[in-house]
Every structure is written in C-alpha cells, then in structure tokens.
C-alpha cells in the first residue's frame, strides 16, 4: 500500500508534536519547494535519502500499442530518483557501513547540486 501525503501528514502530527494545521503547513511547504525546484531543473539532493533529477529526453519516433501506426514522440523532461547508499542498505536489510558516507560518487558532488538542509 502507498503513503499518501495524508498519512505522511499525521505521522509529522504525532511525531513532531506539532498541531494537525502546522503538521499540514510543514509538509504542504516541503512538497512546494520539491515541485518548484525540480520545474527550475534543479537537481533536490537529501542526504541519507536520494536525489532527484529532472532529464531531458529528445523527440523520438514510437508506435501506439493499439492501431501500430507509427508517430513522433514529442521531447519532455521527466523527473528520476536515485537512492542514498544508506537507503539502498536499508531497503535490502544490509547492514550499515559506517565507514562510507557518501551517499553518490564524487562526480555528483562536484557538480555544485542544490541541496535542502536541516536546520
């Protein structure tokens, strides 16, 4: 089952401690920022998490699956996610390495990435 952005909701209520409206502002306000970053094509980088990525991807040529007729696939931008190291470890229950912690190669960090920061 999806957490939908409700459930996200009461859990920063109760774990927070915050009051329902504010839980709600927090999180409404964190998804803002999200959308309008990425629509600026800027790289959102939470650490210990993953980072998201919008890509350009050129016009091609494709075919609908219903009728086979071949037409032109306009260009867009799609938005990809790559996970931490830390939350590949967690999701496939590995131990953590204290040892590393970088959570992307040197190439993505020399890149000057945006980044939201506790705090």
């Known amino acids: 089952m999806a957490v939908t952005k409700e459930r996200i909701i009461n859990a920063v209520f ?56 071949p037409l032109e696939l306009r260009p867009r931008r799609v938005v990809t996610f790559r996970t931490s190291e830390i939350l590949r470890q967690k999701i496939n229950g590995e131990e953590m390495d204290t040892a590393s912690t970088d959570d992307f190669d040197s190439e993505d960090k020399t890149r000057g990435q945006n980044r939201i920061k506790s705090g």
């Open 14 to 69: 109760e774990q927070a401690e915050l009051s329902r409206k504010a839980a709600r502002e927090v999180v409404e306000k964190l998804l803002t920022i999200l959308k309008e970053t990425l629509a600026d094509e800027k790289d959102v980088l939470v650490s210990g998490f993953g980072k998201f990525q919008v890509r350009r991807k050129r016009a091609r040529r494709g075919r609908n699956p219903q009728t086979k007729e």
